[in-house]
């Protein structure tokens, strides 16, 4: 029961972002989602009460895809882990491309249906941490949800503008911005660990050793 749940809501988010590509999504309604995904729209509200629920429902849809592809290599470095685990994600919002592409542009329009968005991003960046083997929890934890977070809205970007099939633009975006995020890391661990200077020798005196 709760996979043909899962597949009934999965066909009704692309069949919201289906309608978006053509429509927009501002202008888009649920009402149209419901016939573009052939049921019923008693159906659409038992799943989603709500558009941005829909855009709820296409993270979760994000995050599963990327975990059902199975661990990431764990002997592969860390970079290497997360450039994997962000790379399944693109793939599946490759294949709703032109809707996925009308969301962004609504939200770059709307600052409160954006600013709604930003739980969902930090759960669906601490899912693709721990598939990295990064952990999420903690000061450092947290540091790493908000640094992923912005480092994949940049990286969005390119994605959009990256109509090859391989995604190269888009993986070279990313090998980019994770090359930037170790060296970034890098520098305040060189800082946090500078050497204290060496003291001067003291000649005689209670404070020698």
Same mark, same amino acid.
């Given at each position: 029961?709760?996979?043909?749940?899962?597949?009934?809501?999965?066909?009704?988010?692309?069949?919201?972002?289906?309608?978006?590509?053509?429509?927009?999504?501002?202008?888009?309604?649920?009402?149209? @989602?419901? @016939?573009?995904?052939?049921?019923?729209?008693?159906?659409?509200?038992?799943?989603?009460?709500?558009?941005?629920?829909?855009?709820?429902?296409?993270?979760?849809?994000?995050?599963?895809?990327?975990?059902?592809?199975?661990?990431?290599?764990?002997?592969?470095?860390?970079?290497?882990?997360?450039?994997?685990?962000?790379?399944?994600?693109?793939?599946?919002?490759?294949?709703?491309?032109?809707? @996925?592409?009308?969301?962004?542009?609504?939200?770059?329009?709307?600052?409160?249906?954006?600013?709604?968005?930003?739980?969902?991003?930090?759960?669906?960046?601490?899912?693709?941490?721990?598939?990295?083997?990064?952990?999420?929890?903690?000061?450092?934890?947290?540091?790493?949800?908000?640094?992923?977070?912005?480092?994949?809205?940049?990286?969005?970007?390119?994605?959009?503008?990256?109509?090859?099939?391989?995604?190269?633009?888009?993986?070279?975006?990313?090998?980019?911005?994770?090359?930037?995020?170790?060296?970034?890391?890098?520098?305040?661990?060189?800082?946090?660990?500078?050497?204290?200077?060496?003291?001067?020798?003291?000649?005689?005196?209670?404070?020698?050793?």
């Amino acid at each position: 029961m709760a996979e043909h749940s899962d597949a009934d809501a999965d066909k009704i988010v692309a069949a919201a972002l289906a309608a978006a590509a053509e429509t927009g999504w501002s202008a888009m309604t649920l009402a149209d @989602v419901a @016939v573009r995904a052939d049921v019923d729209l008693a159906v659409v509200s038992r799943h989603f009460g709500s558009k941005p629920a829909i855009l709820d429902g296409l993270s979760r849809m994000t995050d599963a895809a990327m975990l059902a592809g199975g661990p990431t290599d764990p002997a592969d470095p860390p970079r290497d882990r997360l450039f994997d685990a962000i790379m399944r994600r693109f793939d599946v919002l490759t294949a709703h491309r032109d809707g @996925v592409i009308a969301v962004v542009k609504a939200l770059g329009r709307d600052p409160a249906l954006a600013a709604s968005r930003l739980p969902g991003l930090a759960r669906s960046m601490r899912w693709t941490l721990e598939l990295a083997d990064l952990p999420p929890q903690g000061l450092l934890g947290e540091a790493r949800v908000r640094g992923l977070g912005l480092l994949y809205l940049l990286v969005l970007r390119d994605w959009m503008g990256d109509d090859s099939s391989d995604l190269a633009r888009t993986m070279a975006a990313l090998d980019k911005r994770l090359n930037q995020a170790e060296q970034i890391a890098g520098m305040l661990q060189r800082t946090n660990r500078k050497p204290a200077p060496e003291a001067e020798p003291q000649e005689g005196g209670e404070g020698s050793a």
